[in-house]
């Protein structure tokens, strides 16, 4: 069973910044791709950082390149969402994902950029 837990979200600024986190059980994230999703009021879900578990090679959607990151720490089977540049746009519940995403969902953390 995965299990996962986000933190770390909560209410900036714009132009402030955030780190997102993801306790991960049940699934080596060392190993595994994983993801972060983020779903903002009545829009669907949507995708915006992974990172592969071989090579931890790492992709965002086009609307956060440059200023989100995504990264990883084995030792404590975490993953992050380093969010810098903040914009009011960014406001969303973000949740992180286990390849096949889509099988697994933390209770996600709120996001809100105040402009």
């Known amino acids: 069973q995965v299990q996962l837990v986000e933190s770390g979200g909560g209410l900036v600024p714009a132009g402030d910044s955030l780190r997102l986190s993801c306790v991960v059980s049940g699934r080596n994230v060392g190993a595994s791709t994983m993801g972060w999703f983020r779903q903002a009021s009545e829009k669907e879900r949507e995708l915006v950082a992974q990172?592969?578990?071989?090579?931890?090679?790492?992709s965002y959607t086009e609307s956060v390149k440059g200023r989100f990151t995504i990264s990883r720490d084995t030792a404590k089977n975490t993953v992050y969402l380093q969010i810098d540049s903040a914009k009011p746009e960014d406001t969303a519940v973000y949740y992180c994902?286990?390849?096949?995403?889509?099988?697994?969902w933390g209770k996600g953390t709120q996001v809100t950029v105040s402009s």
């Open positions: 994902a286990a390849a096949p995403f889509g099988t697994y």
């Open positions: 990172i592969s578990g071989i090579g931890g090679i790492t």
